[in-house]
């Protein structure tokens, strides 16, 4: 076999790809990890509610799992960015930013999204830090702390629900007109969350840590942590352009066993689950593993 040749490449080394890779490398399968080195989460200071590693860091995790990967000889790592991939008849072939090319029978894309960050000064600073995306994952550290939701409708009241049993002192910034009905202003009043509709213009804060929210009338608000939903986009085009489908939502659809709507093309992680959690990436990553074992042994078996 040739060396630039695979039985499995997979797009991505985070939590996702890494767990994948273990499975194949456990059951001796060629396999392929093309990793940039740059995970969404490299800002957040600590990784919670995942089981035997609460309140490491994301890199701690990290290491450990590709220390654990290296292990297994079958599988290799290529540092890179991969810009390109196509079918061929062999499967298919996946071009890196360095030039050089690779193919495989199956792929993995575990690549995960990019978030794109509003054009509000020190937002991108404080994002994984003090302004966070999900109560599960952050929400513990800061509870009882003065908090702003940034969000509006029923984005903003699922958030508050959650983020009320964590403190009860919460208000909602909709940085425009509120998008609330008489039911849902009534139960904000029944648990004295505030709204406040003037948009955003600044977040003061001390290396990633809020202390004010500037807004574009002048007047400022003092909080401790905020709560932010924001759009995203897949990490590369590589998927669309093989022909998965992508869901209303924005991500790649897949089935149960991860497998996408291209035939030998899975996908796990952030880029296929809006439950943005290591635990959730790294189940998904097995199951995404064992199944392509499962699809190879019944091609030669």
């Not at 490491?56 to 292990?71: D, H, L, Y």
């Not at 064992?290 to 019944?298: D, H, P, Q, R």
């Amino acid at each position: 076999m040739d060396k630039n040749s695979f039985e499995v490449i997979i797009i991505g080394g985070s939590y996702a790809g890494l767990s994948a890779a273990l499975t194949l490398g456990r059951s001796l399968r060629k396999t392929l990890i093309i990793d940039a080195g740059k995970p969404c989460n490299r800002q957040t200071p600590h990784s919670h509610n995942f089981l035997t590693q609460d309140g490491r860091t994301p890199q701690e995790i990290t290491s450990i799992a590709k220390e654990q990967v290296s292990k297994y000889e079958s599988v290799k790592f290529y540092k890179g960015l991969a810009v390109g991939g196509k079918r061929i008849s062999e499967g298919f072939e996946i071009t890196t930013d360095q030039g050089e090319s690779f193919t495989a029978k199956k792929l993995v894309y575990a690549a995960g999204i990019k978030d794109l960050m509003p054009a509000i000064k020190g937002f991108p600073e404080c994002w994984g830090i003090s302004v966070i995306h999900c109560p599960y994952c952050h929400g513990y550290e800061h509870r009882n702390k003065k908090t702003a939701l940034i969000a509006n409708g029923e984005r903003a009241m699922h958030l508050a629900s959650l983020v009320n049993n964590l403190s009860k002192e919460l208000t909602i910034l909709t940085a425009e007109k509120h998008q609330f009905d008489e039911e849902q202003l009534q139960k904000l009043e029944n648990n004295n969350i505030n709204i406040i509709e003037e948009e955003i213009d600044e977040i003061k804060h001390q290396g990633g840590q809020l202390e004010r929210i500037i807004f574009k009338d002048g007047s400022e608000e003092a909080f401790e942590v905020a709560y932010a939903a924001i759009p995203f986009e897949q990490n590369s085009t590589i998927p669309m352009d093989l022909g998965c489908n992508i869901t209303e939502q924005g991500y790649i659809e897949v089935n149960p066993m991860q497998k996408t709507t291209v035939d030998g093309v899975f996908a796990c992680g952030d880029s296929s689950s809006m439950l943005r959690a290591v635990s959730m990436a790294v189940n998904g990553g097995h199951i995404t593993g064992a199944i392509i074992n499962k699809e190879l042994t019944e091609e030669c078996f």
